[in-house]
């Protein structure tokens, strides 16, 4: 598999809690879209360690950091590609605005997608 940010994929090297709560966010007030963890900007597979622990903690901050709870528009899943595991996180848009809840309902944590 061939990876490449565009509008609908995000690509994350590590998976730091806040940043992945934005870019979910992201896409539930925009469009459908893939965030791939394990694997770099430039495409390159770095794989993630420690696979199960980083897919709860993907979850514990999906129904933690995001207001509304979007659990019915986020899946996480892992995949294999040249032997190393990726965690896959698929987003479709949602009907009502999404907030990271640190922000509160503010246009701080009211995020959209632009681009890549």
Same mark, same amino acid.
């Given at each position: 598999? =061939?990876?490449?940010?565009?509008?609908? +994929? /995000? &690509?994350?090297?590590?998976?730091?809690?806040? $940043?992945?709560?934005? /870019? =979910?966010?992201?896409? &539930?007030? +925009?469009?459908?879209?893939?965030?791939?963890?394990?694997?770099?900007?430039?495409? $390159? =597979?770095?794989?993630?360690?420690? &696979?199960?622990?980083?897919?709860?903690?993907?979850? *514990?901050?999906?129904?933690?950091?995001? &207001?509304?709870?979007?659990?019915?528009?986020?899946? =996480?899943?892992?995949?294999?590609?040249?032997?190393? !595991?990726?965690? !896959?996180? !698929?987003?479709?848009?949602?009907? *009502?605005?999404?907030?990271?809840?640190?922000?509160?309902?503010?246009? !701080?944590?009211?995020?959209?997608?632009?681009? $890549?």
């Amino acid at each position: 598999m =061939i990876f490449k940010e565009d509008q609908h +994929t /995000e &690509l994350k090297e590590n998976p730091k809690s806040g $940043t992945i709560a934005n /870019e =979910i966010v992201a896409f &539930l007030n +925009t469009c459908d879209g893939k965030i791939y963890i394990g694997v770099k900007d430039d495409g $390159t =597979i770095v794989g993630v360690p420690n &696979l199960d622990e980083v897919m709860l903690r993907i979850a *514990d901050m999906i129904s933690n950091e995001i &207001l509304p709870s979007p659990e019915s528009l986020v899946s =996480i899943d892992s995949i294999e590609e040249d032997g190393k !595991s990726i965690v !896959s996180i !698929s987003v479709r848009k949602g009907n *009502d605005l999404f907030y990271v809840k640190k922000y509160g309902r503010s246009s !701080s944590g009211c995020l959209k997608r632009v681009g $890549t």
